[in-house]
């Protein structure tokens, strides 16, 4: 039996998923809480979470492995952890208005919202492929009823039924892959896998290669990178905005963490394998999810191939496979997340009753309307973009430093290249605010306080995050891993 | 000669997974493509099993228990999904679904 | 001996699997599948896993098919009139992966050395081994499978649930909208 002590560093995990079965069931009595007191309980139930983090990040110095080498806790674990937890707090707070109107039931709703995250703090901590795997599918489940958790709305019920059979399917190559990489090496524990795939490799046994691209195939899909990404734009436009806003920011990172962790400490000896894969899949990611967003109208599917391409570019990040290589992938999708929230919360705002107000001639005129809004939404596309004085702009700075620092100059000439095309279509938004005229005059109603609180919050961070880039890149930099074997 | 080795257990789960995606890429009825998937998951089982006897070790029928459960959580969500596209249009058919294009 | 098993069951796990995927009956698919796991089990049965082959029965076709099953009554979803021919380019790629990843697999396979499998040991048929493995070794996914398949139970109920008054209002609102967007 593994030593009891080492339940109580699973305590974040178990709390969250209390918490959420807590809502679930307090749910059942009566007519339940009602969609702000649960909403209230789950930003609890996450600041405990991230006391318990805290905590656990203390008496953990250095990395720790635990149940038999299943589980590790580590300043990488920790830094993506302490990301899900703000995106998570940050989708909720978007969730508040949004459920109201919409007339579902909110208990179930925060409460699988919780489950998920769960899973996505385990698979973070993950070192086994096996717990990397359960914790995913847990994470993918929640994230499928998530997406269609409207389920008389036509279009949210076709995005859960895509995102299921498309999630399905994925699920089922990646797990294929790790089956043959288990004959292959004997093993399923990432140390140890990556110890038994270089030995089996010597030997040239082709269950290796074969293994690793059907795993790396299925992570792939995870992280919405090219040519995986066909279910991204229809599962974002349909799903409900604040989960489309939680599938970008959050169950990317986490999807990121396993992504990292995997290539690097289980897959790291084939390092001279998978980074023309790799290589490959992040221009594939860059061009195609920039020059598709070209021709979108609605911004939540504009929204969606930027997010492709933004794959591609921290992809960049983790080819590079040096400490500068994955702490700018870190501090990029700490940026990120900010962005992509504040982004999100924006078309919440504009969003009207249903689909209404997501187009950009929804824009149109925004700056007259509501000059502060406008500005918070330019501070967003300029960061997405990737143009100073933001978050944005040091991210791809660095990821681009770093590739070109690895020998992948050509890499990071397909990510400023690209990186100009997205001006084009993000600057339409602008153009639209500031240049057109609205069929309203009205200023755009601020009925959810919660709502712009996250605006502002995230247009603050994103600022800051470009202005004083140092104290977040001590903290990427806390969250470093090295590549097995090199 | 006619002994049986790793590899035929490899080539029948091959098949299976093939058949399986197929059967999710080109299907239309949606309980179809469910039961595709559990073909796919019930061919990476073949695989662990096999590689765990070859290798004499029981982390493959550990991790088979693990998929056969992951796959019985997948069955459940998926009808769900299913019951709820059902009463919205009244057919399993996917070429129902057309509210999402581009 | 143990060939002959293997090719006979291999033999009913492939041709019930075809049958799963291409029978236009939903019903039929299902006794199918019923027919490809049950000689899946047995072969588990035959590599020494003679519990996991136990579960796969009782699992999948004592609860998973019967699920099917009673969705499909539920439903009454019937013969599907689906025209493949409509999805040549899907069947197409579908082909082509299949038989570019039948051409590695075949490759991997002619690596691998051919291991003709040694007789089984008492430790991998052990039921006693098999538990002390999943509850030493692999504790915490255990755990962290309780977690998924409450998960998959909340995600179900909420997704199959009859929708509430309020919910079905909505609903109606948003046809309305529909209507009126699809008029001009």
Redesign the interface.
């Known amino acids: 039996m593994p030593d009891p002590q080492e339940f109580l560093l699973l305590a974040p995990e178990i709390l969250l998923a209390s918490a959420g079965l807590l809502l679930l069931l307090v749910g059942t009595i009566g007519r339940g809480l009602g969609n702000r007191h649960s909403a209230v309980v789950a930003l609890a139930s996450l600041f405990l979470t991230a006391i318990d983090l805290y905590a656990v990040g203390r008496s953990v110095p250095g990395s720790r492995l635990l149940f038999h080498g299943t589980f590790v806790i580590d300043g990488f674990a920790l830094f993506w952890k302490s990301l899900i937890l703000i995106a998570t707090a940050l989708t909720i707070l978007l969730s508040i208005r949004y459920m109201e109107e919409a007339g579902y039931r909110a208990g179930e709703y925060y409460a699988l919202l919780l489950l998920a995250s769960s899973g996505m703090l385990l698979m973070a901590s993950g070192y086994s492929l096996l717990t990397i795997w359960i914790a995913l599918e847990t994470m993918a489940l929640a994230s499928y009823i998530l997406a269609g958790y409207f389920k008389r709305h036509l279009r949210s019920n076709e995005a859960a039924l895509k995102y299921f059979i498309l999630g399905a399917l994925s699920s089922g190559i990646l797990l294929y892959g790790i089956s043959l990489l288990y004959g292959a090496a004997g093993t399923v524990q990432l140390g140890e896998l990556a110890r038994g795939l270089e030995l089996a490799r010597a030997q040239g046994s082709l269950l290796v290669p074969l293994g690793w691209i059907l795993l790396s195939a299925g992570l792939f899909f995870k992280v919405a990178a090219v040519p995986f990404h066909i279910w991204t734009p229809d599962v974002y436009v349909g799903a409900p905005t604040p989960i489309t806003a939680y599938l970008a920011a959050a169950s990317k990172a986490a999807s990121f963490a396993i992504l990292i962790r995997i290539f690097y400490e289980g897959l790291g000896t084939l390092y001279g394998d998978w980074k023309w894969i790799l290589a490959g899949v992040a221009a594939a990611s860059m061009i195609w999810g920039n020059v598709a967003a070209l021709i979108q109208d609605n911004v939540k599917r504009m929204l969606a191939y930027s997010s492709i391409a933004h794959a591609g570019y921290v992809l960049m990040g983790v080819l590079a496979a040096s400490e500068i290589g994955l702490w700018s992938v870190l501090y990029y999708l700490l940026a990120y997340t900010f962005i992509t929230m504040g982004a999100f919360a924006m078309v919440l705002l504009l969003e009207r009753r249903e689909y209404a107000g997501e187009t950009c001639a929804d824009y149109a005129g925004l700056a007259q309307r509501s000059p502060f809004l406008a500005a918070m939404m330019v501070i967003f596309l300029v960061a997405l973009t990737g143009i100073p004085p933001t978050g944005g702009f040091f991210g791809k700075v660095y990821l681009f430093a770093a590739a070109v620092q690895a020998g992948w100059t050509w890499l990071a000439a397909v990510g400023v290249v690209t990186s100009a095309i997205s001006l084009y279509y993000y600057f339409r938004i602008v153009v639209y605010m500031y240049q057109t005229d609205s069929a309203e005059a009205t200023p755009v109603p601020l009925r959810a306080p919660a709502l712009v609180t996250v605006i502002t919050l995230c247009a603050v961070a994103t600022l800051v995050l470009g202005l004083y880039p140092e104290p977040f890149i001590q903290i990427a930099k806390s969250g470093l891993l090295v590549v097995a074997g090199r | 000669m006619l002994e049986i080795t790793t590899n035929h257990f490899l080539v029948l789960s091959f098949l299976l997974f093939v058949i399986g995606l197929i059967g999710i890429l080109t299907r239309r009825n949606m309980i179809t493509v469910l039961m595709s998937i559990e073909l796919v998951l019930n061919s990476v089982n073949i695989n662990l099993i096999a590689f765990s006897y070859q290798l004499s070790d029981l982390t493959g029928q550990v991790f088979a228990i693990f998929t056969i459960a992951v796959a019985a959580g997948e069955a459940a969500v998926g009808l769900g999904i299913l019951i709820a596209f059902f009463r919205l249009r009244d057919t399993a058919h996917l070429d129902a679904a057309v509210e999402l294009k581009g | 001996m143990?060939?002959l098993v293997?090719l006979i069951f291999?033999f009913l796990?492939?041709a019930a699997?075809?049958v799963?995927?291409a029978h236009k009956n939903?019903v039929y698919?299902?006794m199918a599948?019923v027919f490809?796991?049950f000689s899946?089990a047995v072969?588990?049965i035959l590599?020494?896993?003679p519990?996991?082959g136990v579960?796969?029965v009782l699992?999948?076709t004592g609860?998973?098919v019967v699920?099917?099953l009673f969705?499909?009554m539920?439903?009454n979803?019937g013969r599907?009139d689906?025209q493949?021919a409509g999805?040549k380019a899907?069947?197409f790629?579908?082909?082509l992966?299949?038989v570019s990843?039948?051409s590695?697999?075949i490759?991997?396979?002619?690596?691998?050395r051919?291991?003709?499998?040694?007789p089984?040991?008492p430790?991998?048929v052990s039921l006693k081994?098999?538990a002390s493995?999943?509850?030493?070794?692999?504790?915490?996914?255990f755990e962290?499978?309780g977690?998924?398949?409450?998960?998959?139970?909340?995600?179900?109920?909420?997704?199959?649930r009859r929708?509430?008054a309020?919910?079905?209002?909505?609903?109606a609102?948003?046809r309305s909208?529909e209507t009126k967007e699809a008029r001009p």
């Open positions: 143990e060939l293997f291999a796990a492939v699997a075809l799963v995927v939903p698919s299902t599948l490809t796991l899946v072969l588990f590599l020494g896993a519990f996991i579960l796969q699992i999948y609860a998973i699920l099917f969705v499909i539920l439903l979803i599907e689906s493949i999805h899907q069947l790629f579908a082909l992966g299949a990843f039948g590695l697999v490759l991997a396979l002619s690596s691998l051919p291991k003709v499998l040694a089984l040991t430790e991998l081994a098999l493995t999943l509850f030493n070794e692999f504790l915490l996914p962290i499978i977690l998924l398949l409450t998960v998959a139970v909340i995600g179900a109920t909420v997704a199959a929708p509430t309020e919910e079905s209002a909505a609903t609102a948003e909208i």
